[in-house]
């Protein structure tokens, strides 16, 4: 029951994106030639939804899929890693015209090139669980 809850929630989650135009590439090519908000617009709702999600997570004692309660959550201090982290993602984001997710329901769609940047992000994940250990956290 939870994994078709989950579908359910994945199916209309992608319905979303598409009705927004969030997939479009001409979208995200506007957004980071900054010629347009919305797509900047999209992020900060979600952004804001986020937060009050967050905070309503928190006072009602909702758990996270391991069983903690949101407010024991460890957030690690240090802005470098984020810059970078931020950067790298970026720079894939402007390099394949697409979010990771959003890239699934393009393969929906029936662009099937986008499945060369799906393995990109697998093989970068794969990557990064090698080096992790030597890597700076």
């Not at 995200?28 to 967050?54: P, T």
Request: positive net charge.
């Amino acid at each position: 029951m939870k994994n078709l809850i989950v579908l359910v929630l994945g199916i209309v989650f992608g319905i979303t994106l598409t009705k927004g135009e969030i997939i479009s590439w001409f979208r995200i090519y506007e957004m980071f030639r900054f010629e347009s908000f919305h797509m900047y617009g999209v992020i900060g709702s979600a952004v804001i939804l986020g937060v009050i999600f967050l905070a309503i997570a928190k006072r009602t004692g909702w758990k996270t899929t391991e069983g903690q309660p949101y407010d024991l959550i460890e957030y690690r201090k240090g802005w470098k890693r984020y810059l970078f982290g931020g950067a790298i993602f970026g720079l894939g984001w402007a390099m394949t015209g697409a979010c990771p997710g959003p890239l699934y329901i393009l393969v929906g769609y029936g662009y099937t090139m986008v499945i060369m940047s799906i393995l990109g992000a697998l093989l970068g994940t794969l990557v990064y669980g090698v080096l992790k250990k030597r890597l700076p956290h």
